[in-house]
């Protein structure tokens, strides 16, 4: 019943727009007041994650149990698909609250850190993805399991410090939605409901993503950054492991392609920063998206570089792969072709001392 998810999903776009605007234009809400790194100058309200997430969640949850769910799921011939996937929305659930409690009460990084760790810990133990590293390396399960921890985690907390300019972690993830393809077509393949779970996430944050277009009235906070990292993040760990059982399983690289220039901004700046003995958790403005912002091009013009950018990438991976270029060889082109676009750009962008 195939007709019946394009009306739902109309409503469900119409519904996150209500609950967003409500929530907006009330009285009560967490407020991000301004300061001197902050990219916007009057107070705006966040953590509209504890709106689009619930949203997610529940539509998730209601096309698993509908009857006729087959167009998302369908899941009760496998029971290990069926645990996958529970434990994928649960993780979500708890990142979105231990994020919303953040935005509350500003928990220590060190407690945030600990909760952090061990609920990825827990998901990968139980889930037991398979991953391989450079398209052949497999290690220890354990040691997978430590590896893959800290990686995600830092991801996440990645993911939540460059939420800072208006729509700048919506079009990065959109691109990493299409990414997908030519990383790992058999996301899209039948059996494997991955990017289905892609489709709910954008409807659900229709309301979230009109209110945050430039200038933002609503930003996500951690309650969306977080749970939004750990999807991105974990969810390409099921795509062998949800398609047919000659898919090939996910490559660790491969997380590389889903937003490059996200990785590159995020992890030039902690070096930097780290070299310079500077707090690295403390809020700047010292990534190369925030300091476009200060030029003539502002939010708008930084958008449409960094969504560019992440856009080449993705079709001189399609090239190369279509060209059957091996994938190491693929990987060792993008990344000079990233950290060279980047260093141009760094270089030519005018510099503040804001940090």
Same mark, same amino acid.
């Given at each position: 019943?195939? #007709?019946?998810? =394009?009306?739902?999903?109309?409503?469900?776009?119409?519904?996150?727009? @209500?609950?967003?605007?409500?929530?907006?234009?009330?009285?009560?809400?967490?407020?991000?007041?301004?300061?001197?790194?902050?990219?916007?100058?009057?107070?705006?309200?966040?953590?509209?994650?504890?709106?689009?997430?619930?949203?997610?969640?529940?539509?998730?949850?209601?096309?698993?149990?509908?009857?006729?769910?087959?167009?998302?799921?369908?899941?009760?011939?496998?029971?290990?698909?069926?645990?996958?996937?529970? &434990?994928?929305?649960?993780?979500?659930?708890?990142?979105?609250?231990?994020?919303? @409690?953040?935005?509350? #009460?500003?928990?220590?990084?060190?407690?945030?850190?600990?909760?952090?760790? /061990?609920?990825?810990?827990?998901?990968?133990?139980?889930?037991?993805?398979?991953?391989?590293?450079?398209?052949?390396?497999?290690?220890?399960?354990?040691?997978?399991?430590?590896?893959?921890? @800290?990686?995600?985690?830092?991801?996440?907390?990645?993911?939540?410090?460059?939420?800072?300019?208006?729509?700048?972690?919506?079009?990065?993830?959109?691109?990493?939605?299409?990414?997908?393809?030519?990383?790992? =077509?058999?996301?899209?393949?039948?059996?494997?409901? /991955?990017?289905?779970?892609?489709?709910? &996430?954008?409807?659900?944050?229709?309301?979230?993503?009109?209110?945050?277009?430039?200038?933002?009235?609503?930003?996500?906070?951690?309650? /969306?950054?977080?749970?939004?990292?750990?999807?991105?993040?974990?969810?390409?760990?099921?795509?062998?492991?949800? /398609?047919?059982?000659?898919?090939?399983?996910?490559?660790?690289?491969?997380?590389?392609?889903?937003?490059? #220039?996200?990785?590159?901004?995020?992890?030039?700046?902690?070096?930097?920063?780290?070299?310079?003995?500077? !707090?690295?958790?403390?809020?700047?403005?010292? !990534? &190369?998206?925030?300091? @476009?912002?200060?030029?003539?091009?502002?939010?708008?013009?930084?958008?449409?570089?960094?969504?560019?950018?992440?856009?080449?990438?993705?079709?001189? !991976?399609?090239?190369?792969?279509?060209?059957?270029?091996?994938?190491?060889?693929?990987?060792?082109?993008?990344?000079? #072709?990233?950290?060279?676009?980047?260093?141009?750009?760094?270089?030519?962008?005018?510099?503040?001392?804001?940090?």
């Amino acid at each position: 019943m195939v #007709y019946f998810f =394009p009306p739902m999903f109309a409503i469900l776009a119409i519904l996150s727009l @209500i609950l967003h605007s409500f929530y907006v234009y009330s009285r009560f809400g967490v407020k991000d007041v301004p300061n001197e790194r902050s990219l916007h100058n009057v107070v705006t309200k966040k953590s509209g994650g504890m709106f689009f997430i619930p949203v997610f969640l529940l539509t998730s949850l209601f096309l698993l149990f509908c009857p006729d769910g087959g167009f998302l799921l369908s899941p009760k011939e496998n029971l290990s698909k069926t645990i996958d996937i529970y &434990l994928l929305l649960a993780g979500i659930f708890v990142f979105c609250i231990l994020g919303f @409690i953040d935005d509350l #009460y500003h928990l220590s990084p060190k407690l945030r850190l600990f909760l952090e760790l /061990g609920a990825v810990a827990v998901f990968l133990i139980w889930t037991n993805p398979e991953v391989t590293y450079f398209g052949m390396m497999t290690i220890p399960k354990p040691v997978q399991v430590i590896v893959l921890t @800290i990686f995600i985690v830092f991801a996440v907390n990645l993911v939540n410090f460059m939420d800072g300019m208006d729509w700048y972690l919506v079009t990065t993830l959109s691109l990493s939605f299409f990414s997908l393809v030519t990383i790992a =077509p058999q996301f899209y393949g039948i059996g494997n409901p /991955g990017y289905h779970f892609y489709t709910i &996430l954008f409807v659900s944050m229709f309301g979230f993503i009109f209110y945050n277009f430039p200038r933002a009235k609503l930003f996500m906070g951690d309650s /969306g950054s977080l749970a939004l990292g750990f999807f991105v993040m974990t969810l390409p760990l099921f795509i062998g492991k949800w /398609g047919n059982p000659n898919s090939p399983v996910w490559d660790a690289t491969d997380y590389f392609y889903l937003f490059p #220039y996200f990785w590159l901004d995020g992890v030039f700046i902690l070096i930097k920063r780290f070299f310079q003995k500077k !707090h690295l958790f403390s809020a700047h403005r010292e !990534h &190369l998206y925030q300091r @476009i912002t200060e030029t003539k091009l502002g939010k708008i013009g930084s958008l449409c570089i960094f969504s560019i950018l992440n856009l080449s990438v993705v079709c001189i !991976h399609f090239v190369l792969k279509t060209y059957l270029v091996p994938n190491i060889i693929i990987l060792f082109i993008v990344f000079l #072709y990233s950290v060279v676009s980047y260093g141009i750009l760094w270089f030519f962008v005018p510099r503040k001392n804001l940090a």
